[in-house]
């Protein structure tokens, strides 16, 4: 989707469209804003744009923790590109947010209003943090990113997932983000980017 070509990238857009045609269904767990019972489908509107708000959220995130805060004109020209994304999924250019301050609003109205953690959650939480594949990867390296992502959750899920991260968690897990970020920059680009990107940059 993201390094095929435009064909490809229809294409598969529509396979999605035909997919989410399939997903529906009633709540089990619901919040202020969508009590438990309220139907749901992959193709209600704003649910296409959360989606891919959370997507957005979570670039930003990523990239203010690896490589220090974006500026809010870098933002907003991110946020203007993903429309043209959104589009390819039946995204409305209008449920989408045009700046930082936009997309952080979002995030917190959602969280206080209509995100609920229920048992799932917990447990890929849980997972989060465990060993899935100890033999292949570092013990630390769960641990490593249930807290990566502790530090980037708003405050209600953290809250309700009775996680907290202090300032000198962050500023270390800054430091050791960006560390890593570093190094990885230096390796060749066989081994940092995926060989999909590789060949769109060819093109």
Request: cysteine-free.
């Amino acid at each position: 989707m993201i390094f095929g070509d435009a064909r490809s990238a229809v294409k598969h857009a529509r396979r999605v469209e035909r997919l989410h045609g399939t997903l529906s269904g009633v709540l089990e767990h619901g919040s202020s804003r969508m009590p438990a019972g309220s139907a749901w489908s992959a193709e209600d509107p704003a649910s296409l744009a959360w989606v891919l708000v959370t997507l957005l959220d979570a670039v930003l995130r990523g990239a203010d923790l690896t490589l220090g805060r974006v500026s809010d004109a870098d933002a907003r020209a991110f946020l203007r590109e993903a429309r043209t994304f959104g589009r390819l999924f039946a995204v409305r250019p209008e449920d989408l947010p045009e700046s930082r301050a936009a997309l952080d609003a979002m995030i917190e109205d959602a969280a206080r209003s209509t995100l609920t953690v229920g048992p799932e959650t917990r447990a890929m939480w849980a997972f989060l943090g465990s060993e899935a594949e100890p033999s292949r990867r570092p013990r630390w390296r769960g641990r490593l990113v249930q807290r990566w992502t502790a530090s980037t959750l708003p405050a209600p899920i953290a809250e309700a997932l009775g996680v907290h991260v202090g300032t000198g968690e962050r500023i270390a897990l800054r430091a050791a983000a960006r560390t890593i970020a570093a190094g990885w920059s230096r390796l060749p680009p066989e081994r940092r980017f995926a060989p999909a990107y590789l060949a769109a940059f060819r093109r």
